[in-house]
């Protein structure tokens, strides 16, 4: 059984940064896809950056890229998801997501671990 137990979430003002982790328990971050989803209200989760289990090489949605760095610290077996340069439209509640599947996915029902989920709030 995997956990996940995001932290960092928060309020920022435009422009601001913030990181969030994602602390796992159970299995090895190295050994499982893991993803950084947000859901804004009234719209469908989305995936905005992955770490991918084989080769650590990641994947950023058009509206983040240059601006949001995903990571992985084996040692503390955490993700995390660095933010600059926010925007308001980067609000969300944020969940960090682990799929067991060998293959890569962007769906979120291709997951099979969540954690509880950490609001980010850009204000302008």
């Known amino acids: 059984q995997v956990q996940l137990v995001e932290s960092g979430g928060g309020l920022v003002q435009v422009g601001g940064a913030l990181r969030l982790s994602c602390a796992a328990s159970g299995r090895a971050v190295s050994a499982m896809n893991m993803g950084w989803f947000r859901q804004a209200p009234g719209k469908e989760r989305e995936l905005v950056a992955a770490i991918k289990r084989m080769d650590g090489s990641t994947y950023y949605a058009d509206s983040v890229k240059g601006r949001f760095t995903i990571s992985r610290d084996n040692a503390k077996n955490t993700v995390y998801l660095q933010m600059i340069s926010l925007k308001p439209e980067d609000t969300a509640v944020y969940s960090c997501?682990?799929?067991?599947?060998?293959?890569?996915?962007?769906?979120?029902?291709?997951?099979?671990?969540w954690g509880q989920g950490t609001q980010v709030t850009v204000s302008s």
């Open positions: 997501g682990a799929s067991l599947s060998i293959t890569f996915y962007y769906t979120p029902s291709a997951y099979d671990y």
